[in-house]
């Protein structure tokens, strides 16, 4: 059967709401109402009922006639209101003025803004409030002439666009990172289909220019604009790239905050042509032979390996792969994780060096065609999905995260929360009440639900790691009783409670969920 892997990339923007809408409501809204206990019941099921409408499985893939995206993006956009009107409601309760939340179920410190200051919070528990204090970085984040640097990483932003990052903790330098690379796209929504003649411009980033942005101590910043030099759609016959150059105008902002070996990366681009791929490319300065990338509840291993089609097979395999939230790339010394928000399509390019590479979009006129080089038939009607072209301006943020070690030793699953859930700021007159605290050890440990419930909440818990590991639970306040429970609710065990903590052994990847009584 086909794999149809083009469809992780189609409808880019699409896929950015769906995610916004899933991460509010599973990492803020739904967490929220289970520690507050404010009456959310029927706004989270009218959000679910939508997300769970834009689930159908071409809608997911937006494998779709452009009427059936616009409706799904009007589910997702309505989700996200419903989700964030949660938040506002029960946030007050959680956390006031002067007061910092941490919706991750781990220890966290991090930077949040209050009446358009930076602050640098304290070392906050997991599920808790504390009190924001005037604090100051170990060693501050500093800018210059297209450069950032802290005690982990020094970045030098390069006129053609590049960048080069000497990695501190390993001694690694990474050269040519963040190369845009341009393509022709025959194909679909289904399949990317490059043309028979696929040439890329000459050096491509034209105008180039840049500013410092903040100067840290908390962080610092740098922001270039340029032009891109792309060729401008295809040739009548669509086996070739027209010779026409266009330019998309670009934007790039990058910021390093003091004390984390991560570089968060901002792209805005005008895109004002068709049927086109647009990647950005990360050369790795070490071997590797497989990448790792996160899925709701595992972290999947693929070879590194070319394209390719087996005999008789209707359609080539392209190792373009998903990822949810993370890819990491390593050779067990050091490593780079790639974390993205929305954006779904990675590949790890052979070669001396590796390059690791995502997808920012992938722009295309047809629901299906017959005429691609990648798939031999049609995969769907043949109609027209102008809407698919994504013209017009896109935002897309995504970030480096260096390491030592592979990505479970480097806690890069914690590190992919952190990054794209930040700390919340309060809201509303202080809060004066204790707040609750619910802290997961070892670091393998993630939530991956936290659910309200009349009397109480319900948390659903991973084993992220391919050993066994004995999950250490503490639960503030301490609750009546902890049961263990199926996935449809039905009553497994009660679990013993000692001082607030919770233990239980998980398997490989194991899954738990418990039922806590108030």
Same mark, same amino acid.
């Given at each position: 059967a086909n794999v149809l892997m083009g469809t992780l990339s189609v409808r880019v923007p699409d896929k950015q709401r769906q995610f916004a809408a899933s991460r509010t409501l599973e990492r803020l809204a739904e967490p929220i109402a289970a520690l507050t206990g404010i009456a959310a019941s029927d706004a989270l099921e009218q959000a679910w009922t939508l997300m769970l409408q834009n689930a159908a499985h071409d809608t997911a893939c937006g494998s779709v006639i452009d009427a059936v995206a616009d409706a799904s993006r009007q589910r997702s956009v309505a989700a996200l209101h419903i989700a964030e009107a949660v938040v506002e409601r029960g946030l007050p309760r959680l956390a006031g003025q002067g007061q910092v939340w941490n919706p991750s179920l781990f220890p966290r410190q991090g930077l949040v803004e209050v009446d358009g200051s930076l602050v640098l919070t304290p070392v906050v528990g997991g599920g808790s409030v504390a009190s924001l204090t005037t604090r100051s970085p170990d060693v501050p984040a500093a800018a210059g002439t297209r450069r950032l640097e802290n005690a982990r990483l020094r970045c030098e932003l390069l006129p053609d666009g590049t960048l080069t990052i000497l990695d501190r903790q390993t001694g690694l330098r990474y050269e040519g990172l963040h190369r845009l690379v341009d393509e022709g796209d025959a194909g679909d929504e289904y399949n990317f289909s490059p043309p028979a003649l696929n040439p890329q411009t000459v050096d491509p980033v034209r105008n180039f220019s840049s500013t410092v942005g903040e100067t840290g101590p908390l962080r610092a910043s740098l922001e270039a604009r340029f032009d891109l030099a792309v060729y401008d759609g295809l040739r009548a016959d669509r086996r070739a790239r027209s010779d026409r150059e266009i330019m998309l105008p670009v934007r790039l902002t990058l910021s390093l905050e003091s004390d984390t070996p991560r570089l968060d990366i901002e792209l805005e681009i005008i895109n004002r042509t068709p049927d086109h791929r647009l990647r950005v490319h990360f050369p790795l300065p070490f071997q590797v032979g497989e990448s790792a990338a996160d899925a709701p509840f595992h972290v999947t291993r693929r070879p590194v390996i070319g394209a390719r089609r087996d005999p008789g097979a209707a359609e080539i395999e392209l190792p373009t792969?998903?990822?949810?939230?993370?890819?990491?790339?390593?050779?067990?010394?050091?490593?780079?994780?790639?974390?993205?928000?929305?954006?779904?399509?990675?590949e790890v390019l052979p070669g001396n060096p590796p390059e690791l590479a995502l997808t920012l979009l992938r722009a295309v006129g047809w629901l299906s065609r017959e005429d691609l080089t990648t798939r031999t038939g049609h995969a769907g009607p043949g109609m027209e999905t102008p809407g698919a072209q994504v013209l017009g301006g896109q935002r897309l943020r995504y970030s480096l995260f260096f390491h030592e070690g592979d990505w479970e030793r480097a806690g890069v699953w914690r590190v992919a929360e952190s990054t794209l859930t930040p700390l919340v700021a309060g809201r509303g007159p202080a809060v004066t009440t204790p707040g609750p605290r619910i802290d997961l050890t070892p670091d393998t440990i993630q939530m991956t639900a936290l659910l309200p419930r009349p009397d109480g909440y319900e948390l659903r818990?991973?084993?992220?790691?391919?050993?066994?590991?004995?999950?250490?639970?503490?639960?503030?306040?301490?609750?009546?009783?902890?049961?263990?429970?199926?996935?449809? %609710?039905?009553? *497994?065990? +009660? @679990?013993?409670?000692?001082? %607030?903590?919770? *233990?239980? +052994? @998980?398997?490989?990847?194991?899954?738990?969920?418990?039922?806590?009584?108030?």
């Open positions: 792969y998903p990822m949810w939230s993370f890819v990491d790339v390593s050779d067990g010394r050091a490593g780079l994780a790639l974390i993205a928000d929305g954006l779904h399509e990675y818990v991973l084993n992220a790691s391919d050993a066994m590991h004995e999950a250490a639970i503490h639960l503030e306040p301490h609750p009546a009783q902890v049961t263990s429970i199926t996935l449809a %609710g039905d009553l *497994r065990e +009660s @679990l013993a409670l000692a001082d %607030g903590v919770v *233990r239980l +052994s @998980l398997r490989a990847w194991g899954i738990a969920t418990l039922r806590v009584r108030s």
